[in-house]
């Protein structure tokens, strides 16, 4: 499969694979997301028994959440693989996909949190992926947000914009324009795949990275795990989204001078800004599609935005 080719809009009554590889979720939420799905035009595709088998704080047994995977990759019916919660879980999948084939046709997968192991992965099978909302979330009701994602899988919307963006160092204020793709996911997550073949390559790409209940200590670990590792070499701006919670036991938050220290030390522009992440708005960010940086700097505010395709044709 090209690495080039973008995966055709769904209409309606289009399939759309239901898998569990992280966490576990109450039956209630399973069906609601089946209804949901429905709801909105899609017809979910699903195994019965998907989260009947959950052991400690996973949807199901390794070998099965490894067997769903696979499958979804690999089956023709459904374009969208949609997961249905994050928690923990999908690093343990890695040891079993050693022979894991490329799919044949385009797939788009959607999630974020843990599913940013998937997103990894995805990344390495030249696919592209949406960072949004996992369906237990969408199910809850719609917001604008949701609005959004919708209009991307049903092809009436081929561009997701953020604008008001804020540079966070020098290198940052003096960018007009840039091109790259955006990558990354849950910066937890992205330390944990440190050291596996699907690690963070940033080379020629934008990061972006979000995160949440994570105090300003582990923050600045994760993000020191990343830089002194590479994961951050070549990358042409790292973009960061919500990090929300996190305060100490004192009530103080260190997350801001985390990252204001983080972006003083890096060669990289560094920018806040994006509503993506764990927080109330979790609008969608494209991966591996082409995205281009806007700045203008004619006035005391700058005005940046970060305009992404969609992976949908």
């Not at 799919?103 to 192991?117: A, M, N």
């Amino acid at each position: 499969m090209a690495k080039s080719n973008k995966c055709p809009a769904l209409q309606q009554k289009g399939k759309v694979r239901i898998i569990a590889p992280s966490s576990a979720c109450s039956q209630k939420e399973f069906v609601q997301s089946i209804e949901w799905l429905r709801s909105v035009g899609l017809e979910p595709l699903y195994r019965a028994d998907l989260i009947d088998q959950a052991e400690f704080c996973y949807s199901d047994k390794l070998k099965q959440r490894v067997k769903d995977f696979k499958a979804a990759l690999s089956e023709r019916q459904s374009r969208l693989i949609w997961c249905l919660r994050g928690g923990y879980g999908a690093l343990k999948l890695i040891p079993e996909l050693k022979l894991l084939k490329n799919p044949t046709s385009p797939k788009v997968l959607v999630g974020l949190s843990d599913i940013t192991v998937l997103h990894m992965i995805a990344k390495s099978l030249g696919l592209k992926t949406l960072h949004a909302p996992v369906l237990t979330r969408m199910a809850r009701g719609i917001q604008p947000e949701n609005l959004e994602i919708l209009n991307l899988i049903f092809g009436r919307s081929q561009t997701v914009v953020f604008e008001g963006l804020v540079p966070k160092n020098k290198l940052a204020g003096k960018q007009s324009r840039m091109v790259g793709k955006v990558w990354g996911g849950n910066l937890t997550t992205l330390a944990s795949l440190v050291g596996t073949k699907y690690q963070l390559k940033s080379k020629g790409s934008f990061v972006f990275l979000e995160d949440v209940q994570e105090r300003g200590y582990r923050v600045d670990r994760y993000l020191e795990m990343l830089l002194q590792n590479g994961c951050f070499s070549g990358a042409k701006a790292i973009f960061f989204g919500d990090i929300v919670g996190g305060d100490e036991p004192d009530g103080k938050n260190w997350i801001d001078y985390v990252i204001k220290d983080f972006s003083s030390r890096v060669k990289i522009p560094v920018y806040t800004g994006i509503p993506s992440g764990h927080g109330e708005i979790q609008r969608p960010v494209p991966f591996g599609t082409d995205a281009v940086l806007d700045a203008t700097f004619d006035s005391r505010t700058p005005k940046i935005s970060l305009s992404v395709e969609s992976p949908f044709l």
